[in-house]
């Protein structure tokens, strides 16, 4: 059982950067793969960014060329790097952990809470 933290999130201007980090209680077995997904309010959740235990990461479209995912394996911390932020990438975002899965198949489920292990969330304001 693996509990994730979310922090890093804030309120920022359009065009703006943040970077988020979400700390794991416990380090990766080799196959681990960490996400992360988001959900504004009166919409659906969405998989935005994953990156599997060979360090392949996957993109949503809507994030892909802005977004950047990164993990410190030493640490047992997880990033999102966020920039060019644009109102619409306003939501509460939560990192997400699984096993056996590429990043791929990831990107595809990290929203269904059967996924995984999902952490509380950090909120990011764009306006």
């Known amino acids: 059982h693996v509990q994730l933290v979310e922090s890093g999130g804030d309120s920022v201007q359009t065009g703006g950067s943040l970077r988020l980090s979400c700390a794991a209680s416990?380090?990766?077995?080799?196959?681990?793969?960490m996400g992360w997904f988001r959900q504004a309010p009166g919409k659906e959740r969405e998989g935005i960014a994953t990156?599997?235990?060979?360090?392949?990461?996957a993109y949503a479209d809507s994030v892909k060329g802005r977004f950047t995912i990164s993990k410190d394996n030493a640490k047992n911390i997880l990033y999102l790097q966020m920039d060019n932020l644009k109102p619409e990438d306003s939501a509460t975002y939560r990192c997400?952990?699984?096993?056996?899965?590429?990043?791929?198949?990831?990107?595809?489920?990290?929203?269904?809470?059967?996924?995984?292990?999902w952490g509380e969330g950090t909120q990011v304001t764009v306006s």
């Open positions: 416990e380090g990766a077995d080799g196959r681990r793969c």
């Open positions: 990156i599997d235990s060979g360090g392949i990461t």
């Open positions: 997400a952990a699984s096993w056996d899965v590429t990043a791929i198949e990831a990107l595809g489920r990290i929203a269904d809470p059967a996924f995984g292990y």
